[in-house]
């Protein structure tokens, strides 16, 4: 059992979990009443005013990028790898599937809720000297963060199903 092998295992695991019949993939298929006309208006939230989209975009709404999004957190992230200041508090952009199921979030699980994250970002974030130019206070009503959690909860689908029990 070596660390390399551990991560092989997981990322074996982490394939087979795959969320692809959400109520988003639904509209993006054509059913125009996947979404809710809330959901709806916050796709364009998602994508122009908050500017979720230029990082989570994609199929699995992810640019594969490292950034540093002002979490609370003195952890390292890509440093840890890099050894560049740069790259201090930089972590991978995650995709946003699934969230229903995956909380708490962030990489540190420091946000318990979906509610919490946007608001998050919707205060810009906390304070970090490599904290990414876009996040800064987005100006957001409270119905505004409600429409932005409730499209990330349309890209949730159902849960995987696991097939063989993970305890024996
Ligand atoms: C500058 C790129 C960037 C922008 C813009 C951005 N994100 Fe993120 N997002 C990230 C990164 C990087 C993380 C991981 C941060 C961490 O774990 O410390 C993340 C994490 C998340 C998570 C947590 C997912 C999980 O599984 O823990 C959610 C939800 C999320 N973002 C939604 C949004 C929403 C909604 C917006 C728009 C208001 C947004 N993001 C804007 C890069 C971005």
Known sequence: MT???IAKAIAAFERTIIVNNSDFDRYIAGDDNALTPQAKKSMDL???KAGCYSCHHGPNLTDNNYYNVGPKS????RYNVTHNEADCGKFRTPGLRGLNFTGPY???????????VVHLYNVGGNAHPNKDPRLKPLGLTEDEELALVAFLRSMSGTPPKISQPMIP
């Open 46 to 48: 998602f994508i122009n």
């Open 74 to 77: 003195e952890d390292l992230g």
């Open 106 to 116: 962030l990489h540190n699980g420091f946000e318990v809720t979906l509610e919490d």
């Open 3 to 5: 660390a390399s092998n």
